[in-house]
C-alpha cells in the first residue's frame, strides 16, 4: 500500500530539458545533457523529476502549445532519447512526471489545421466555435493586460474559436467523448515509455464546459474519475497532480470524497498565504489556511511550493494584502504582472538574504504535503527581468563558472545564463557551492535529507498550536505513535516563544532538535519557552529522552 501511495513521500524536482544542461553544442538543452546530471539530482535527494513541456511545438508559449502529443521535439532528441533517460531514471529509483497540457493545442496542430480547413472533419468539434462573438468575450482572460479576449476570428472557418489563454492556442473540446479518449490514449503512451504520472496544466479549465452559450461556470468532475481510473487500469500507481488555483470550498469536489478522482492538488491557497506571513510576520492568515485545507481523503496528497515556472499568483489575497505583498517583494512595476502576481525569482525577492530563504524552505519542507522545487531553487538562482513576462525567471540552470554557466559550449544560445550581478553565473553555481560545506546547496541537501526521514509531515495528521507570539508558527504532526514539532519565527527579531505540545500525554516531553544539539526540555507545567533567532526555525522529535540516553552513553 505504501507503495501505491509513493507520492505522499516524494521530494519533486521541476525542469525545463531546453534549461538545464546542453550535451551536443546547439545553445539548447537536451535529453542527453539531462542524463548527465541524474546523479546529481539523486544525490540532492530528489525521488521525482516533473519535466515541463518537451513536446514539438511552435514555441510561442515555452511549449505549452503543443502541436503533437506523441513525440520529442526534435531540439530536446528523439523517442528513443526520451526511453534511454527514464530507464536511467528508474535505475537510480528516480521518478517521472511529465506536463499533460491538454486544455488547448497550437494552432498549428494538425487536428486544428483540419478542423478549420474543413467543416466536414472530425476535427472540427474538437474544438469550441460560435457563429458569432459572445457578448461576454472579454470576461475570464488568463493574462490580463496582455490577452484581450477569450474569442478570436479565424478567417479561414469564417468562424469564432475560443480559447481561454492567447490566441495561439484554441481550446480543446474536452466534453467531446471523442477528445476524451484521445486524452486517454494520449496518457497511456507515455505510461508505456515510463512516466509514473502527470502534472496536468489548467485543470479548472480542462474539465469546465466551454462554449458561447456559457454564461457560468460548470465543472465536469466526473472527467477526473475517468482520467484516475484510466490510469489506474494502466499503471496502478500512476498519478495526476492537477494544477488548480481554486478555493478551499472547492477542494474535495477534485480529489472526490473518497480519494477517487484527484491524488494530488497543489495548495495555492497555502503558497499565497505563505508570501503573505513572510511579508508581514502575521502568521494568523497562514494558519486560517492550513486548516481551510486540512480536510482530504486519506490517499490525497497536497504539491507545496514557493515558487514555480508562472507568476507567483496572489488573485486570492485580498487587494489590502495583495499591495502589502507587492510592496514588500516587487516594489517596481516591471517586477508584477497580470496585475495578480510578481514574475521574480524567490532569492531576489528576498534580497538573497540567506536566514529569510532558509526559513522559507525549511517552512515549505515542514508544510503538509509533499515539497516541489524548482530547477535552481537549491542553489538561490535569480532572474532577469529584461525577458519578458514569465521568461524572465525560465533561464538556464548555472552549472559552474564557465561561460554560459558550464550549461552549453555554444557562445549565444538562444536563451542567454544570467551574467554579472549578485546572481549571475559567476557567483552563482553548483560547482562553487559544492566546494563550500557552509553553501546553500549543502545546507538543502541536509535539509531534503532530513525531510525524508520524517514521514509524519506526509502521512500524518497535523495540529496547529497556540503560541505566546503571533509571528511565530507551530505545527505538530502525529503518526504512528510519533510526534514531530515544527517552528518557524517570520519575525526580523531574535524571540523567545512559548507553547505547549498540544496533547496532555506529550506535554512535558523533551523536544529533540532534528539540525542540531539544541534540544528542549519543558518547564513545570509541561510548557516549553525556545529561543529563536531572527528568521530562526526548529524541527523537533516529541520524546525519546532514551535517544538522549543512548546518545550520552555511546
Known sequence: ??????????????????????????????????????????????????????????????????????????????????????????????????????????????????????????????????????PDAERGVAFPGIQKSTWSFDKRARRWYFHRFYDFQPDLNTSNPHVQAELLKIMGFWIQLGVSGFRMDAVPFVIAKKGPKVRRTVEQYDMLRTFRESLQW?????????????????????????????????????????????????TAPLKKALLATKPRPPSAQWGVFLRNHDELD???????????????????????????????????????DRRRLELAYSLMMSLPGTPVFR???????????????????????QWSNEPQGGFTKHPKPPVATISDGAYGFERVNVAKQRRDPDSFLNWMERMIRMRREVPEISWGDFEVLRTSRNDVLALRYDWRNNSVLFLHNFGAEACTVKFRCGRKDLDGEPLINLLSDDHSAAADGGRHAVVLEPFGYRWYRIGGLDYLLRRTEA
Open 375 to 397: 530547477y535552481g531553487d537549491e542553489i538561490g538562482m535569480g532572474d532577469d527581468l529584461r525577458r519578458p513576462e514569465r521568461e524572465c525567471a525560465r533561464t538556464p540552470m
Open 234 to 282: 494502466r499503471e496502478g500507481d500512476a498519478i495526476i497532480l492537477a494544477e488548480a488555483n481554486v478555493l478551499p470550498d472547492t477542494d474535495l469536489q477534485y480529489f472526490g470524497d473518497a480519494g477517487e478522482r484527484l491524488p494530488m492538488m497543489f495548495n495555492f491557497q497555502l503558497n499565497q498565504n505563505t508570501f503573505y506571513t513572510l511579508a508581514t510576520g502575521d
Open 1 to 134: 500500500m505504501l507503495n501505491d501511495l509513493w507520492y505522499k513521500n516524494a521530494i519533486i524536482y521541476c525542469l525545463s530539458v531546453g534549461t538545464f544542461m546542453d550535451a551536443n553544442g546547439d545553445g539548447v538543452g537536451d535529453f542527453q545533457g539531462l542524463m548527465r546530471r541524474l546523479d546529481y539530482l539523486q544525490g540532492l535527494g530528489m525521488t521525482t523529476i516533473w519535466l515541463m513541456p518537451f513536446h514539438p511545438s511552435p514555441g510561442r508559449d515555452h511549449g505549452y502549445d503543443v502541436c503533437d502529443y506523441y513525440n520529442v521535439d526534435s531540439k530536446y532528441g528523439t523517442l528513443g532519447d526520451f526511453a534511454e533517460f527514464t530507464h536511467a531514471c528508474a535505475q537510480r529509483g528516480l521518478r517521472v512526471i511529465i506536463d499533460l497540457v491538454v486544455n488547448h493545442t497550437s494552432d498549428q496542430h494538425p487536428w486544428f489545421v483540419q478542423a478549420r480547413s474543413d467543416p466536414e472533419s472530425k476535427y472540427r468539434d474538437w474544438y469550441v466555435w460560435s457563429d458569432y462573438k459572445p
Open 314 to 352: 496572489l488573485g486570492r489575497l485580498t487587494p489590502e494584502q495583495r499591495a502589502i505583498v507587492f510592496a514588500a517583494f516587487a516594489p517596481d512595476p516591471d517586477m508584477q504582472l497580470y496585475g495578480r502576481g510578481i514574475r521574480r525569482r524567490l532569492a531576489p525577492m528576498l534580497s538573497g
